[in-house]
């Protein structure tokens, strides 16, 4: 029996915690140009990936994450035809995304295509809608991307692993005036953005960045097992001031909840609701 601990990384090692989850065999290593892949076989949660020593899925509750961070701007805008992803190698954000029938097209945009390859044999069920017609999946430079975009999206989704090595671009307020520029009028960006227990730290200077580039930024939460402390956040920025995020696609949602095993309507409203000491970490 063998436990993979989560303690090799410098950004998790500094939180005094870690996460251990039992496996049964490494399953594959690589070194990509940009990253430390791994896929292990665990005991109770089917196959994990973990990039740079740092758990990014396990087959068993993946969900909790590609769900959130998809449909809760998805069902907020009233007409998301345009979507682009930065970052979600795995396939995961995609599919939620896909689910859609608005989505008229929706761009990902990952600068590793190894882990492309890879969730591709390891995680089928994660990557099912990567050969999707309405899905046009790109290998370039994320930041780069958004640059030359301008105007193009309702929705962006940024779904990068933890802002240190190759994503540390992606909390920049330069990469968030880039991000509001390729939105459309009246559009959404959603960004993970960590642990509000471990992480305020870095919290604080991502949240101050967002909002050096749009008029309104809230966070919302869910709880996602395989992350630090089980308590993850995302950032929810609207590139108008005004922005009702109450006034969802009510109708659309409910016709939707029954493919779903963690989103549900009570959630959309829920889900902004957010501790007090989380409150101060964004004010």
Known sequence: MMWYN?????????IG???????????????????????????????????????????????AYHEMIAHV???AHPNPERVLIIGGGDGGTAREVLRHPQVKECVMVEIDEEVVNVSREYFPAIASELDNPRLDLRIEDGMAYIRNNENAFDVILIDSTDPVGIAENLITVKFYEETHRSLKKG??????AESPFYFADIQQKLFQNIKGAFPAVSMYLSQIPFYPSGTWSFAFATQEAGFDRTNYRATDLKAMEHQLQY?????????????????????
């Open 187 to 192: 559009g959404i960006m959603v960004a993970q």
């Open 6 to 14: 989560e303690d090799q990384d410098e950004h998790i090692v500094s």
């Open 73 to 75: 701007p998805l069902f």
């Open 17 to 63: 915690a870690r996460t251990s989850i039992r496996v049964t065999k490494k399953l594959y290593e690589k070194q990509s140009d940009f990253q430390k892949i791994e896929i292990y076989q665990t005991d109770a949660f089917g196959k994990m990936m973990v990039l740079d020593n740092c758990i990014m899925l396990t087959d068993a509750n993946e969900f």
């Open 263 to 283: 989103f549900n309507e009570a959630l959309f409203t829920g889900c902004f609701a957010i501790p007090t000491f989380a409150k101060k970490i964004i004010e």
